[in-house]
T-cell receptor, first 115, second 112 residues
C-alpha cells in the first residue's frame, strides 16, 4: 500500500492567496483527519471526516479554512485568503473505524509558508 | 475528557543508555494509548499501541511501553539508545472513537 499521500509537499505563497492542500487516504480507510503542526502549538486537530462526512470541525481556526471530502479517496483543505500565521506543516491521517484497530496513519505532510 | 501530558520536552541520553520517555494520560473511558515517532521533515509513524490486551506492549525498533492504570501512565522505554533514535516522540490517547489527543512531544537527542 502506498500509504497516505499528500500534495504538494512544500508550498510557498504570498499573503492573500488561496492555498489548496490535497490528501489521498489509505484505500479502505473511512476516517480522515487534518492536523496542523507548529512549534508554538504542537499538533492540532483541525477537522475529521467519517465516511466522507465532516464530524468535528471545531479545530478549524476560522472561516478562512475549509475542508471537503467529495469521495472516499480524496480530501482538500483550503485556506482563502492565506496569512503568514498560517505557516505550518499540515498533516493528513486516515484510519479504519473498527474498534481496536483505530490507529491513525499519517501522510508526510505539506510544509506551507505564507510570505 | 481525554488528555496526555508528556513530561520533559527535551531528553538527552548517551548512545547505549536507557531511553525513558514519560507519558501520563487522563481519560473518562478505558483508553487506547499510542506512541508515535517523527523524524525530521517526515510524518508521524506508529511505534506501538495499547488496546486493552497485554499491558506491556512491544513496538518497532526495540521500543516498548507499559500501561499502568494505577499510575495513569504509558511510559516509553528502550534498553539501549542508538543514534538513529534521535527524533520527536508523541504520546496519544484515543477515546475509542476516532479522536486522538496528542501530547506536546518529547525531543530525544542521542549523544555519541
Amino acid at each position: 500500500d502506498a500509504g497516505v499521500i499528500q500534495s504538494p509537499r512544500h508550498e510557498v505563497t504570498e499573503m492573500g492567496q488561496e492555498v489548496t492542500l490535497r490528501c489521498k487516504p489509505i484505500s479502505g480507510h473511512n476516517s480522515l483527519f487534518w492536523y496542523r503542526q507548529t512549534m508554538m502549538r504542537g499538533l492540532e486537530l483541525l477537522i475529521y471526516f467519517n465516511n466522507n462526512v465532516p464530524i468535528d470541525d471545531s479545530g478549524m481556526p476560522e472561516d478562512r479554512f475549509s475542508a471537503k471530502m467529495p469521495n472516499a479517496s480524496f480530501s482538500t483543505l483550503k485556506i482563502q485568503p492565506s496569512e503568514p500565521r498560517d505557516s505550518a506543516v499540515y498533516f493528513c491521517a486516515s484510519s479504519t473505524e473498527r474498534p481496536g484497530t483505530d490507529t491513525q496513519y499519517f501522510g508526510p505532510g505539506t510544509r506551507l509558508t505564507v510570505l | 475528557a481525554q488528555s496526555v501530558t508528556q513530561l520533559g520536552s527535551h531528553v538527552s541520553v548517551s548512545e547505549g543508555a536507557l531511553v525513558l520517555l514519560r507519558c501520563n494520560y487522563s481519560s473518562s473511558v478505558p483508553p487506547y494509548l499510542f506512541w508515535y515517532v517523527q523524524y525530521p521533515n517526515q510524518g508521524l509513524q506508529l511505534l506501538l499501541k495499547y488496546t486493552s490486551a497485554a499491558t506491556l506492549v512491544k513496538g518497532i525498533n526495540g521500543f516498548e511501553a507499559e500501561f499502568k492504570k494505577s499510575e495513569t501512565s504509558f511510559h516509553l522505554t528502550k534498553p539501549s539508545a542508538h543514534m538513529s533514535d534521535a527524533a520527536e516522540y508523541f504520546c496519544a490517547v484515543s477515546d475509542r472513537g476516532n479522536q486522538f489527543y496528542f501530547g506536546t512531544g518529547t525531543s530525544l537527542t542521542v549523544i555519541p
